[in-house]
C-alpha cells in the first residue's frame, strides 16, 4: 500500500511537470539559436512586439495619404519624415528577420520548436510573401520622381502584422469587447480620414476656392476636410450642390461609399455589443420566459418574487446561471483542471475527505453541481429520503428542528459538510435526519449518490474511510 502511494505520488508529479511543460510550449517563443529555457521568449514580449510593429503599420497607414493630399511635407521638416518612415521599416525588417522565424507552429499535432523548421515553415507562408513585398524599396524612384509618399504604398502589404496582433491582443483581455468597439470605431474614423484627403486632393485638383463646392482654403485644411467628409460618408446633408461633372461624380461615390461603409460599420457594431451582452440577454429570457410562465399558472406572487430574487442573485453572484452549462463543451481534462483552480481549494478542506485518494477528490469535482439557495429556503427535509450530499461553497445553513421545527441546533458555514450519512446508507438508512434550512444566500455543492457510487467503484479504500468517518 505504501509503495503504491508513492508510485501515485510520483506519476502526479510527472504528469505536474508534463502539464507545465506543455503550457510554456504553447505560450513561448523558441530562439533560433538556443532550445534552453533560458532562450525562450515570453509570450507577453511578442504581444508587446506585435504592438509597435503594428503602430508602424498605421504610421505608414494613416500618415501617407495625409502626405500626399495635403501640403505637410515641406523641405524644412522632410527629415523629419523620413527619419520617421525608416525608424518604421527597420521595425518591418526585425520583424521578418529576428521575430516571425522563431515562431513556433503546430504539425500533425506535434508542436515544432526547431529553430531550422520554424524559419522554414515562414519561409513557405503567404505572409512571408506579403512581408517581403512590402519592403520593396520603391524609394529610389525619389531621385527621379522627388519624395513622393505613395512610393510607400507597399508598406501596407504588411497588414497580417496588424490583424495578428488584434487577434493576440483579444486574446489575453478579459473585456475583449471593449476594445472591439474601440476598433471598430477607429475603421470608421479611418474611412472618415480617407475621405477627407480625397476631398483635398480633389479641391485642389479643381483650384482651391474656385467653386463653392471645393474646400476654400480658410481655417485649418485637415479639419474642415474632415467636417466635409463626415457630412458626406454618413449622409447628414447640408451640403453645398456640386457644379462641375468632376465634383458630382467624386460626391456620388461618396454618398454610395459611405452608404455601405456606415452600414458595414453598424452591422460590426451590433455584432461586438451583442456578442457582450449574449449572457445577460440569455439571463433576462430565461428569467421572461419563467416569469411568464408562472404568471399564466397563476403562481402566488411571493413565490415569484422568489424566484425573480434567485435569478437576480445567481446571475449577479456567479455572471451565469449553469456553470456546468459553460463547460460542457470542453474536454473532459479541461473540465478536471478548471474544477481543480476553482474548487480543490475548497473541497481538500473538508474534513470528511481528509485521507481519501487525492485522484479520488479529482473525480468527485467534475460531478459537483453548484446551486443557490434563498434565505429561508429548506435544503433537505426530515424524512425525506437522501439521494444528495451537500458541501457549502459560500454562505450559511442552519440545522433546525424541536416541536415547533424551528429550533436552531447547529450553523454550519464554508466546507462544512452535511447529507453525508443519508448518501453513504451508513447502518441501511438513506433517509435525512434532519431540517436544514439556507440561512441568507447560500451557495451550495451538490453530489449526487449515483455519481459518488460511480466515483467510490474504483477507490475502496476511500469508500471504507467514508463510511467509516460518516458513522
Given at each position: ?250 460626391q456620388l461615390i461618396n454618398y454610395f461609399v459611405g452608404v455601405f461603409a456606415f452600414s458595414i460599420m453598424i452591422g460590426q457594431m ?16 430565461c428569467m421572461d420566459n419563467t416569469v411568464k410562465y408562472m404568471s399564466s399558472y397563476h403562481i402566488p406572487k411571493d413565490v415569484q ?41 475548497i473541497v481538500s478542506k473538508v474534513p470528511l475527505f481528509q485521507g481519501c485518494d487525492r485522484q479520488m477528490i479529482f473525480d468527485m ?107
Amino acid at each position: 500500500s505504501q509503495t503504491s502511494t508513492v508510485v501515485n505520488e510520483r506519476l502526479q508529479e510527472l504528469v505536474k511537470m508534463f502539464k507545465e511543460r506543455t503550457e510554456k510550449a504553447k505560450e513561448k517563443l523558441i530562439d533560433p539559436d538556443s532550445s534552453d529555457e533560458d532562450s525562450i521568449i515570453p509570450y507577453l514580449m511578442y504581444v508587446l512586439w506585435m504592438l509597435l510593429v503594428s503602430l508602424a503599420w498605421n504610421w505608414n497607414a494613416w500618415f501617407i495619404p495625409v502626405r500626399w493630399a495635403f501640403p505637410y511635407q515641406t523641405p524644412d521638416n522632410i527629415y523629419y519624415w523620413l527619419l520617421t518612415d525608416y525608424l518604421c521599416d527597420l521595425i518591418y525588417i526585425l520583424d521578418i528577420t529576428i521575430f516571425q522565424p522563431r515562431l513556433q507552429f503546430v504539425r500533425r499535432g506535434d508542436i515544432v520548436c526547431d529553430k531550422k523548421e520554424m524559419r522554414k515553415n515562414y519561409m513557405k507562408t503567404k505572409r512571408f510573401k506579403f512581408d517581403v513585398a512590402s519592403l520593396v524599396p520603391l524609394e529610389l524612384f525619389y531621385f527621379k520622381t522627388g519624395i513622393n509618399p505613395l512610393l510607400r504604398l507597399p508598406r501596407l502589404l504588411k497588414i497580417n502584422s496588424f490583424f495578428e496582433f488584434n487577434e493576440r491582443l483579444e486574446a489575453i483581455l478579459t473585456k475583449a469587447y471593449i476594445y472591439r468597439v474601440i476598433r471598430t470605431t477607429t475603421y470608421l474614423l479611418y474611412c472618415l480620414h480617407c475621405n477627407a484627403c480625397l476631398y483635398y486632393w480633389g479641391s485642389a485638383f479643381m483650384g482651391i476656392g474656385s467653386t463653392k463646392w471645393v474646400y476654400n482654403g480658410e481655417g485649418n485644411s485637415y479639419i474642415r476636410c474632415y467636417y466635409f467628409a463626415v457630412k458626406t460618408l454618413i449622409t447628414i446633408g447640408g451640403l453645398p450642390e456640386p457644379t462641375t461633372l468632376f465634383e458630382t461624380i467624386f460626391q456620388l461615390i461618396n454618398y454610395f461609399v459611405g452608404v455601405f461603409a456606415f452600414s458595414i460599420m453598424i452591422g460590426q457594431m451590433r455584432d461586438v455589443v451583442g456578442a457582450a451582452t449574449a449572457g445577460q440577454t440569455y439571463y433576462r429570457t430565461c428569467m421572461d420566459n419563467t416569469v411568464k410562465y408562472m404568471s399564466s399558472y397563476h403562481i402566488p406572487k411571493d413565490v415569484q418574487n422568489r424566484v425573480k430574487t434567485w435569478y437576480n442573485y445567481t446571475w449577479q453572484s456567479q455572471g451565469m446561471l449553469d456553470e456546468l452549462e459553460l463547460l460542457t463543451q470542453l474536454p473532459d481534462k479541461m473540465r478536471l483542471d478548471i474544477a481543480v483552480d476553482v474548487n480543490y481549494s475548497i473541497v481538500s478542506k473538508v474534513p470528511l475527505f481528509q485521507g481519501c485518494d487525492r485522484q479520488m477528490i479529482f473525480d468527485m469535482l467534475k460531478s459537483l453541481r453548484s446551486v443557490v439557495y434563498l434565505p429561508g429556503d429548506y435544503v433537505c427535509k426530515k424524512g425525506e429520503v437522501g439521494r444528495e450530499m451537500y458541501i457549502i461553497k459560500a454562505g450559511e445553513v442552519q440545522v433546525v428542528g424541536g416541536p415547533d421545527g424551528k429550533t436552531v441546533f447547529v450553523t454550519l458555514g464554508a466546507g462544512s459538510v452535511f447529507g453525508e450519512i443519508s448518501l453513504l446508507a451508513v447502518g441501511g438508512g438513506n433517509r435525512r435526519t434532519a431540517n436544514v434550512i439556507a440561512h441568507g444566500f447560500a451557495n451550495l455543492f451538490i453530489l449526487d449518490k449515483k455519481d459518488l457510487n460511480e466515483i467510490l467503484v474504483h477507490y475502496p479504500e476511500s469508500k471504507k474511510l467514508l463510511r467509516k468517518k460518516a458513522r
